[in-house]
């Protein structure tokens, strides 16, 4: 009998009986962003027929320009998990300050999203991606919706991302191994497609934007050096892989190893990637599937927030070679 291929719902299904703490709301919380994934995928496509390229002649509150599918994507995305009435409040990255869900004052989680990474790739039709991850409100009398998102990236439950390329790939832990699925247009489902990603321990790829290389500090301008130095026996060189996505990126290295990394420089004294809705979530994905995620010097899931738009230096990927990146900043050799 031919294989009919496990849906992203039956796949759920099975991990609700083998993980019962996932039942019920997470699981709904999941089946909701593969919704808002499908109908984000469909306008992303024909984003160039109905006038969704190009920018709306603002920025956002982290400072970058936004494009019209940046609004259109956080507006999709909110809407569908305030539908759920299961999420009592969302950080994002185009939203200034936190979005209380009106009517869900009782939910039990949070949730923290990137609607549209890599939005300077929209009108070249290069690689988009949504980050997101999820966090159970802290117990005891409700307070402050602020304190929600004062959080290290270890207590998440779920978290993941959309890749939106030549097919739109979902990537999602519940802190039990990483899965991937596909999203097959013709019957309108997530298709199990990646079963317990492993990340390998070493890669041949870096990605970083190399542009910034003048005004790193030394120790990073080393390790440049040396992962691009011809040697063999050590696997040498790696290969520049740069898309401007940094869920593309990412998802390369968590398939085929390597490591994604943007320092701190003078312009982003702090780093520039937002550890909310970008670092935590995506380190908690690649931790799950064996890898390893730091600012350098300290791992990013032990990091709480002190605010929802806080950003952090970040490397991510394949455990050996981030360890040699953090060698290279605390040394300035391998």
């Known amino acids: 009998m031919a294989s009919l291929g496990t849906s992203l719902s039956l796949h759920i299904l099975q991990q609700e009986q083998q993980h019962p703490e996932f039942a019920g709301q997470l699981s709904m919380l999941l089946n909701q962003m ?18 969704k390229l190009g920018l709306v002649g603002e920025k956002n509150p982290t400072g970058d320009s936004q494009k019209k599918l940046d609004v259109y994507t956080n507006e999709v995305i909110i809407q569908a998990f305030a539908d759920t009435r299961l999420v009592a409040a ?25 609607p549209l990474d890599g939005s300077s790739n929209t009108d070249i039709n290069g690689a988009l991606g949504t980050i997101f991850g999820i966090h159970p409100r802290k117990k005891g009398a409700r307070h402050d919706i602020q304190e929600d998102f004062r959080r290290k990236g270890s207590e998440q439950v779920v978290a993941g ?4 390329s030549t097919s739109t790939v979902l990537v999602y832990t519940i802190g039990h191994g990483v899965y991937g699925f596909t999203l097959d247009r013709d019957l309108g489902e997530f298709l199990l497609s990646h079963e317990k990603i492993k990340c390998p321990r070493r890669g041949k790829t870096y990605s970083a934007n190399l542009a910034n290389s003048p005004v790193w500090h030394p120790n990073i301008e080393k ?15 790696y290969s520049l892989r740069y898309t401007g996505a940094l869920v593309a990126d990412l998802h390369r290295c968590l398939l085929e190893g390597g490591l994604y990394f943007y320092p701190a420089d003078p312009a982003h004294k702090d780093g520039k990637l937002r550890l909310m809705y970008e670092c935590a979530p995506l380190g908690f994905v690649v931790e799950q599937a064996g890898g390893a995620a730091s600012t350098g010097t300290q791992r990013i899931l032990d990091l709480e927030a002190e605010s929802i738009h806080q950003r952090v230096p970040f490397v991510v990927g394949s455990a050996d070679d981030v360890a040699l990146y953090e060698k290279f900043c605390r040394d300035g050799k391998a």
């Open 34 to 51: 593969a919704f808002a994934a499908k109908i984000l995928s469909r306008e992303i496509s024909r984003a160039a027929l109905v006038g």
């Open 223 to 237: 390790f440049v050096e040396y992962v691009t130095e011809r040697d063999p026996a050590t696997h040498r060189p």
């Open 161 to 164: 991302y959309v890749m939106f």
């Open 90 to 114: 969302v950080a994002a990255e185009e939203l200034e300050d936190i979005k209380c869900v009106p009517g869900a004052d009782d939910a039990d989680y949070v949730l923290s999203i990137d």
